[in-house]
């Protein structure tokens, strides 16, 4: 790319060398034109030199983070010749996961067979699968008339953000009817499904913990103990609770409000699996990866940690096709970025069914608003 500006005020300069030569006749004009006319030469091959020479590359100090989390990205401009360079203008470039307060723009030059690094750090702010580096790389002449871009291959690096797991509120409206819902009766004779094979009541027990459902507190072993203990359930069989994540994105004009409703869901489904795993709840999560249905079972903590994972990978559509499976079945909760009149009509009239979100655009009263108090998940009508 020419500079015309630049270049105007080279042959500015050239004519009046040229003027000076001719009128005034001084002897000294000849040298000061082929003096100009070198330097441009020189500084335009010298251009074209470092070009060919320059190499570039992205280091990170880490491609996994928790949101939150800072990466430092180093961009590293190399001079394979021996000649310095000409100017080297760099810009790095991140993609929505990440904020900056670092500027993201270099102009500098390579001294001889040498690198220059230039340092950057970008914090991680919407989970999924982040992308960090060169923008774009031009070579300036030293007379600033030309300008050639330069082609970095390999020049960007992946970075995957995690959600959140945040605590949520056992107490909340949502939270609590779901376990409560899942949990066996208080009474330890009445129902069949407490017992194993070998006959023996099919629970042992353990501390109380915050979040735990009452419906799992053995009152009777408590007041003995002086102290809240809690059945650890062992091949029992309550009311499996099912979770849909509807991949449908957010409606938000705003395209980082969109990604932070989207996010607030995703971290709320989590937020509560994770309520489930804790208390030994049977849940399973119905999620679609490509044009394929995925029924996840989910146990244990270390069940959302591997499903935590997997959410770096999953990304909104604005697709209305295959937003929820073809049946539902059972206790069940959509979770959805986009409730609109279809999610509305999906959970009216059935008891077992409810939806979580962000906004509620469908008028439908079996939906909960999801919020974030602090660090906990709330969940309100």
């Known amino acids: 790319m020419i500079n015309v500006k630049a270049l105007i005020s080279y042959l500015l300069l050239i004519g ?17 034109i082929i003096a100009l006319t070198s330097a441009a030469l020189i500084s335009l091959l ?15 100090s880490g491609d996994i983070l928790n949101r939150g989390e800072i990466s430092t990205v180093s961009l590293v401009l190399k001079n394979e010749g021996v000649l310095p360079t000409s100017f080297i203008t760099a810009e790095l470039f991140s993609s929505y996961h990440f904020t900056t307060a670092s500027s ?24 999924g699968k982040g992308r960090v580096g060169i923008s774009s790389i031009s070579v300036t002449d030293h007379l600033g008339i030309l300008s050639l871009r330069v082609n970095i291959p390999k020049a960007i690096a992946d970075i995957k953000v995690y959600p959140d797991i945040p605590e949520v509120n056992a107490r909340d409206g949502l939270a609590r009817s779901l376990t409560d819902a899942a949990a066996f009766d208080e009474s330890e004779e009445t129902t069949q499904s407490l017992f194993a094979v070998n006959g023996t009541p099919g629970y042992e027990h353990r501390k109380y913990e915050p979040g735990d459902s009452l419906k ?16 650890r359930l062992e091949g029992a069989s309550g009311a499996e609770q099912t979770f849909i994540l509807d991949k449908a994105g957010s409606k938000k004009q705003d395209m980082y409000e969109a990604r932070r409703e989207e996010q607030l869901t995703v971290e709320a489904m989590l937020a509560l699996m994770m309520q ?11 999620i679609r990866f490509g044009s394929v249905w995925e029924s996840i079972p989910v146990a244990t903590p270390a069940d959302i940690s591997d499903l935590r994972y997997r959410m770096t990978e999953l990304t909104f559509s604005e697709d209305e096709v295959g937003r929820l499976p073809p049946a539902i079945e ?10 609109d009149a279809y999610v509305s009509g999906v959970v009216a009239g059935y008891e077992e069914r409810s939806a979580a979100s962000p906004s509620n655009d469908g008028g439908t009263e079996n939906i909960w608003l999801i919020s974030r108090d602090s660090n906990d998940i709330r969940f309100t009508r």
């Open 276 to 286: 489930f795993a804790k208390t030994e709840l049977p849940s399973k999560l119905m």
């Open 16 to 32: 009046l060398a040229v003027l000076y030569t001719l009128f005034l006749e001084a002897p000294g004009g000849s040298y000061l």
């Open 46 to 60: 010298l251009c074209a030199y470092t070009a060919r020479k320059l190499t570039a590359e992205i280091e990170i």
């Open 104 to 127: 993201q723009k270099l102009r500098t030059a390579v001294f001889g067979k040498g690198s220059v690094r230039f340092t950057a750090e970008y914090r991680a702010e919407l989970f």
């Open 330 to 339: 059972g206790h069940s909760v959509i979770f959805t970025a986009r409730c």
């Open 216 to 231: 799992l507190i053995n009152w009777k072993l408590s007041a003995k103990r002086g102290e809240y203990f809690v059945r």
